[in-house]
């Protein structure tokens, strides 16, 4: 249960990440 719900959000979390950095840095 506990792996499903962080296999949701690493996938979204990881793209994201890398734009969002570059704008805040």
Same mark, same amino acid.
Do not use: F
């Given at each position: 249960?506990?792996?499903?719900?962080?296999?949701?959000?690493?996938?979204?979390? *990881?793209?994201?990440?890398?734009?969002l *950095?570059?704008?805040?840095?």
């Amino acid at each position: 249960c506990l792996i499903e719900a962080l296999d949701a959000i690493l996938p979204p979390s *990881r793209p994201t990440d890398k734009p969002l *950095r570059l704008p805040l840095q």
